[in-house]
């Protein structure tokens, strides 16, 4: 299963484009962008995160920092800024089904996003407790 969430953020990395940001050297720490990798979990399902739920956090987090690139509306590389068809993070539905893919990219490797706004080493944490406790 990993597999395919590597294989996976090969092609998001590839996809979104870092033209404007300083290049990230990972071997430095494993911390991509200063944050710490977070591969084990931060909250257990019915954790209390203080109101984070879909409505009130993960969907304005998707927003600021993912629907550049990962937007329903965008069509084509060039849109997408050569995000996969299909990783939509505009639509519920699609977050949830890709939840440990986010997980990894956000969390773990903190690769995305790859330029632009990034979101800070707290709001990557709040998203990864979000997740583990079962994204309420």
Do not use: K, Q
């Not at 937007?71 to 050569?82: N, P, T």
């Amino acid at each position: 299963m990993r597999a395919v969430f590597v294989s996976s953020l090969v092609l998001l990395l590839i996809s979104c484009g870092d033209d404007d940001s300083t290049p990230v050297d990972s071997s430095v720490d494993a911390r991509p962008f200063g944050c710490p990798s977070h591969p084990d979990p931060l909250a257990m399902p019915g954790d209390d995160l203080g109101g984070d739920t879909w409505e009130t956090f993960a969907s304005g987090f998707f927003e600021t920092y993912c629907t550049r690139c990962h937007s329903s509306e965008l069509v084509g590389d060039v849109a997408r800024a050569g995000a996969p068809d299909g990783l939509d993070w505009d639509d519920e539905a699609t977050v949830r089904a890709n939840l440990e893919l986010v997980r990894f990219v956000v969390g773990e490797s903190n690769e995305m996003p790859p330029r632009g706004d990034r979101p800070s080493c707290d709001d990557r944490e709040r998203l990864v407790r979000w997740i583990d406790a079962d994204a309420p």
